[in-house]
């Protein structure tokens, strides 16, 4: 498998403007995670699905963010409107059914985001 | 609440000498405990990681972990650097309660320099 894939790998976009960003886990797993990193916050987790289903998006700053998943080979993560603030790198990351011991996250190369 | 803290931010040491990591974590439940890297402009990959049994694990690149309940640590430790560890390296927890791995609360990281 060629691991999670992320697009674009950059992103630059004037403030206001909508912001989408693309990913495909790894094949039969049925988590996905959507981590945010700045400098000011390390890495934080924005929302994760389970079956595509969202389970818990208490990390989403704001309602300018949503994610949605509808299949599980895809996922997007849209900011509108998009704010300076908003310029981080954006990764996504799978991991397999809990049934096993080893569900450990597999990461993308992520999605580095800058608004101005 | 769960947390992680990472002492150091940064680590300077020169090839060939040993290095540790501090990483100490806060956590009302059981957990499970990671170390990952990350190289420049990559993502995260996973270096190793407690499960449960054996309170010390390796990696295949000879950096290993040791796991301390009684002193909430899991510092990470190699005997000797080579200039291909220069990295930032992140330790993180995620609650055991049976479900993804991939449900991660990130160190604020440690970036690792290693110097001819």
């Known amino acids: 498998d060629a691991g999670v894939i992320q697009s674009p790998r950059h992103e630059v976009t004037e403030m206001g403007q909508e912001v989408t960003l693309r990913c495909k886990p790894i094949?039969?797993?049925?988590?996905l995670f959507w981590y945010r990193q700045t400098m000011m916050r390390g890495l934080e987790l924005l929302i994760y699905?389970?079956?595509?289903?969202?389970?818990?998006d208490s990390g989403m700053p704001e309602d300018r963010f949503s994610a949605k998943m509808p299949n599980a080979s895809f996922s997007t993560l849209k900011i509108q409107p998009s704010e300076p603030r908003d310029s981080a790198v954006y990764f996504c990351?799978?991991?397999?059914?809990?049934?096993?011991?080893?569900?450990?996250?597999?990461f993308g190369q992520g999605t580095r985001l800058t608004v101005v | 609440a769960q947390s992680v803290t990472q002492l150091d931010s940064q680590v300077p040491v020169f090839e060939e000498a040993p290095v540790e990591l501090r990483c100490n974590y806060s956590?009302?439940?059981?957990?499970?405990l990671f170390w990952y890297v990350q190289y420049p402009n990559q993502g995260l990959q996973l270096l190793l990681k407690?499960?449960?049994?054996?309170?010390l694990v390796e990696s295949i690149n000879g950096f290993e972990a040791e796991f301390n309940k009684s002193q909430t640590s899991f510092h990470l430790r190699k005997p000797s650097v080579h200039i291909s560890d220069t990295a930032e390296y992140f330790c993180?927890?995620?609650?055991?309660?049976?479900?993804?791995?991939?449900?991660?609360?990130f160190g604020k990281g440690t970036k690792l320099s290693v110097k001819p």
């Open positions: 699905f389970n079956n595509n289903v969202p389970i818990d």
């Open positions: 993180a927890l995620a609650p055991n309660y049976g479900g993804s791995q991939g449900n991660l609360i």
């Open positions: 407690y499960l449960s049994g054996s309170t």
């Open positions: 956590s009302s439940v059981s957990v499970y």
């Open positions: 094949s039969g797993h049925d988590y």
């Open positions: 990351a799978s991991s397999p059914p809990a049934a096993g011991i080893n569900t450990e996250a597999f």
